[in-house]
């Protein structure tokens, strides 16, 4: 049957909140603004309009696709991160906005630095949607970047390289299928043939104990690969901080997003490893440990 527009968010609004989703009256909004292909001036509009049943069938069942759990993103296929708009589907990670630090950072110290000759060589290790890079690679057009991103993920790839092609900087960053810097060749003596001034991360941390307690939204469709840290969470820090430095210039910079609460022990996976100067970590609005800034020492391998 037709429905007025305020009457099927109200239902929808309903739903959701028994099913215990976060946001429900805006989830509801979103999926009717997809279906209608609209922006949220038409609901100021049209609040009071009376759509059809045809329509009315269609909403209801993105209705009912959120009720059971998957995340808005997964139904309209787009997020936006950086004030772009991004792709995403079940096998990439959604973008968030804690992650906007990383990039804000990795731009801010790319702006600090000349362009060597050749370019500044910049390396975003597990990629997913492309979000890290293609923001650096669209806030920073004029720069003189050899960009690179790598996923182990070919579907994540595939990802990745439609969103740098929907932001128009596909010919700014190189896409590379691996498992992090092993697509990366070195030296008889171990050194990278071709260092990286600065390396972005935000790999795995979750501990996968704690993946079970995680929102259905995030356990049930979002890729656990993308999750996953390993028993403590840290299983890929320390892979990273293990060769990491082997690839990065003696001024090189890695940058890595962390848990909430990982601070202190990303401090002390830090002096282990022996090949950086002591971390400093960045802490969000809410002051929650957000980035790891990681310097390496000069002359270490």
């Known amino acids: 049957m037709s429905m007025i527009i305020k ?9 959701f909140r028994e099913e215990g989703c976060l946001d429900p009256r805006l989830d509801a909004e979103l999926l009717f603004l997809h279906m209608r292909k609209e922006d949220r001036t038409y609901l100021f509009i049209h609040f009071g309009d009376k759509l059809d049943e045809k329509s009315c069938d269609e909403y209801f069942r993105l209705v009912d696709l959120r009720a059971s759990g998957v995340p808005v993103q997964y139904i309209t296929g787009k997020q936006e991160f950086m004030g772009l708009p991004f792709l995403v589907n079940e096998d990439v990670l959604i973008p968030r906005q804690d992650t906007e630090l990383l990039a804000e950072r990795a731009i801010e110290e790319i702006k600090t630095r000349k362009d060597p000759f050749g370019g500044l060589r910049v ?11 293609i923001s650096i690679a669209h806030q920073l057009p004029k720069r003189k970047l050899k960009l690179f991103a790598t996923d182990i993920s070919s579907k994540a790839l595939a990802v990745a390289r439609r969103n740098a092609d929907v932001n128009q900087v596909s010919g700014m960053i190189q896409f590379i299928e691996g498992d992090l810097l092993s697509p990366f060749p070195v030296n008889r003596k171990g050194k990278s ?106 002359d270490t391998l």
């Open 123 to 133: 390396l975003d290790l597990g990629t997913g949607s492309g979000a890290l890079a």
């Open 193 to 298: 043939k071709k260092p990286f001034d600065l390396i972005i991360s935000n790999p795995p941390y979750i501990a996968s104990g704690v993946i079970p307690t995680l929102m259905r939204e995030v356990r049930e469709h979002e890729p656990l690969l993308a999750l996953d840290g390993g028993p403590d969470g840290l299983d890929l820090y320390i892979r990273i901080l293990n060769e990491a430095h082997v690839h990065l210039k003696d001024d090189g910079l890695l940058l890595l997003e962390i848990g909430y609460d990982q601070g202190e022990v990303m401090k002390a996976l830090v002096e282990v490893a022996g090949a950086y100067q002591p971390a400093e970590i960045l802490q969000d609005l809410t002051e929650k440990d957000r980035v790891a800034i990681i310097r390496k020492k000069t």
């Open 7 to 15: 009457d099927l968010l109200a239902v929808a609004e309903a739903r």
